[in-house]
């Protein structure tokens, strides 16, 4: 039970590491085939990690629901949503409109999902100019440069700031493409050294955390 | 309690109402001010106009309706430059959300422009996998999209016609909202695939991507509302993000006179205090 456990998992993610990892520098045919079949299953087990995702979202509410935790209403709300849209898509055969007329599931999508998500993005701008208004003070050095190169930024940004300071739509290009580029591209490679470090550790059988359960 | 800490603990909802106003009046009332084209938005412009007719051009919509006020615009103007320029456009997304908006849109400009489905454009949808179905796609485009949105089969339809791969793509630009989304379009397609790539993403996205912009793996970036606006006025015809710019400016503004005013309460109350301290 062990091996099926522990030891094949680990012998499978180090083949299948090593093996792809190997197969993106052969061009080969024979390697190339090996690419197109893997992501084919990459895309079938994708498809079933949506189910999973969906059973286990289910599973969570019930239990929620079951034992009346407190908030056990919006799990309610939830349940009914995922229920009516998982019905509603299943009449329409999962399409938006058929033969030109919006069905159910079309309906759903484009009179609440639509408006919802794009109601809680717009909220964003509010409480971005709250927080701001509250915490972007000048309370030490760092957090002034901080704070003047925000405010260019924003008023490069527009038409009325490049309108008023022509000088600051170059300034903040200035910003965008030589500190930020710089600084981000510095964590992007430690932030690659630390994955490319990961995946041995993985691949050789040193971090097993993906594996769940108890620690041997 | 001073005039200072009264000012630096002012109700929120004064600040909500002064970002309402400053985002509807604009929009009621539009003053139209020049916008200026920056280089990254430019270069995705010039690539699309110097691309032959009937070149294959890929429009990956990897976002969903939270994002839809900023990379919409987007979407629209580039397919309505593509279009014009009658290019084949094969369309996608990543994202499963985005899934019913990205047809909507499609469908609209497609017909807006008065081009055919399987002649001159194509929507994929969507396929589970994330970064795995770029990857297929670079393998085999048909292996990943045996159908397009519509359930008609993808080998056979005209617009696809010499297309096995993502290696005959003229050109693809990714409008991502997160990931996946451009980076993973440059990481798992263009490196390997080898097409040129541009990128479009919402405003707070965009100064993560510009290291890809600076070393060219990204030919140009479409950066939030101002890039979409950029491109609207590129291609003359201008929509709802240039209409957008002028609250986009009120409301900066209305930030940066707050963040000055807290600042000048901040240091008074801080020089009140150590007044009183000495």
Known sequence: ?216 | MSLSERMLKIDRRIIFLVIGLCTLLPLLYPVGLPIRISPEVRSIYDYVEALPERSVFLLSIDFDPASKPELHPQAIALLRHAFRKNLRVVAMTLWVSGTGMADQLLTQVAHEMGKENGKDYVFLGWSPGGPAVIINMGQDLYTAFPSDYGGKATKGLSVLEGVQSLKDVAYAISLGAGNPGVEAWYVYGKDKYKFELGGGCTGVMAPGLYPLLRSGQLNGLIGGLRGAAEYESLIEQKGRAVAGMDAQSATHFAIIVLVAICNLFYFSLRQQQGRRHT
Do not use: C
Not at chain 1, 59 to 76: D, L, N
Not at chain 1, 161 to 180: A, C, F, K, M, T
């Open chain 1, 1 to 216: 039970m062990i091996f099926l456990r522990r030891q094949l998992p680990l012998l499978i993610t180090m083949i299948t590491g090593l093996l792809f990892a190997a197969q993106y520098y052969v061009p080969h045919p024979s390697s190339e085939r090996l690419l197109t079949s893997a992501t084919k299953w990459l895309q079938i087990i994708g498809g079933f990690a949506l189910v999973l995702g969906v059973t286990s979202l289910f599973h969570q509410h019930a239990v929620k629901i079951r034992r009346q935790e407190a908030g056990w209403g919006y799990s309610v709300v939830l349940y009914a949503g995922m229920v009516a849209t998982i019905a509603a898509g299943a009449l329409a055969w999962g399409k938006e409109s058929l033969d030109g007329t919006m069905t159910g599931f079309g309906w759903v999508y484009t009179f609440m999902m639509v408006p919802l998500q794009g109601t809680m993005f717009a909220i964003l701008a509010f409480f971005i100019a709250s927080a701001a208004y509250r915490s972007f003070r000048a309370r030490s050095r760092e957090a002034a440069v901080l704070l003047v190169a925000a405010v260019i930024v924003m008023m490069g940004r527009v038409p009325l700031g490049e309108y008023l300071i022509p000088v600051s739509g170059d300034l903040s290009q200035w910003i965008l493409n030589v500190l930020n580029a710089s600084v981000r591209r510095a964590i992007l490679i430690g932030v690659s050294l630390g994955a490319i470090a990961l995946s041995f550790k993985i691949i050789f059988g040193v971090e097993r955390s993906y594996l769940g359960g108890s620690k041997e």
